[in-house]
C-alpha cells in the first residue's frame, strides 16, 4: 500500500504560482508513473501531467502547457507540480497519483485545495 500526501495549495491571484508537492509512504513510487489530476466543482476530473518514474516523459493536458511543470525527486519520493500563470480556470482540487500507467493510478491523495480569483 502507498499513501501519497498533497501539500501546497492555497489561494492566489490570477498571474500567480504555487508549488504543489506530494510525498509519498515508500519508495516503490520510484518504479511507477506519477501524475497529477484535478476537479472542479460541478466538473469531472481531469489529468493535468504525468511523468514517467526515470523523469525523462512529461506529459501535459493542453489547458496547462507553457504554465506548469511536472517534476520528480525519487529520491525524496516526492512529485511535485509548479504552476505559473494560473488563472480562475485553474480552481480545483488538485489530486497526485501513481501507479504503472499515467491514466490509470494505483493510488490516489486526499488533494489540495487551489483557487485562484481573478
Known amino acids: 500500500q502507498v499513501q501519497l500526501a498533497e501539500s501546497g495549495g492555497g489561494s492566489v491571484q490570477a498571474g500567480g504560482s504555487l508549488r504543489l508537492s506530494c510525498t509519498a509512504s515508500r519508495d516503490t513510487v520510484s518504479n511507477y508513473y506519477m501524475a497529477w489530476f484535478r476537479q472542479a466543482p460541478g466538473k469531472e476530473r481531469e489529468k493535468v501531467s504525468c511523468v514517467s518514474w526515470r523523469g525523462e516523459t512529461t506529459v501535459y493536458t493542453n489547458s496547462v502547457k507553457g504554465r506548469f511543470t511536472i517534476s520528480r525527486d525519487n529520491a525524496k519520493n516526492t512529485l511535485y507540480l509548479q504552476m505559473n500563470n494560473l488563472t480562475p480556470e485553474d480552481t480545483a482540487m488538485y489530486y497526485c497519483?501513481?501507479?504503472?500507467?499515467?491514466?490509470?493510478?494505483?493510488?490516489w491523495g486526499p488533494g489540495t485545495q487551489v483557487t485562484v480569483s481573478s
Open positions: 497519483a501513481t501507479g504503472q500507467t499515467c491514466w490509470n493510478p494505483l493510488y
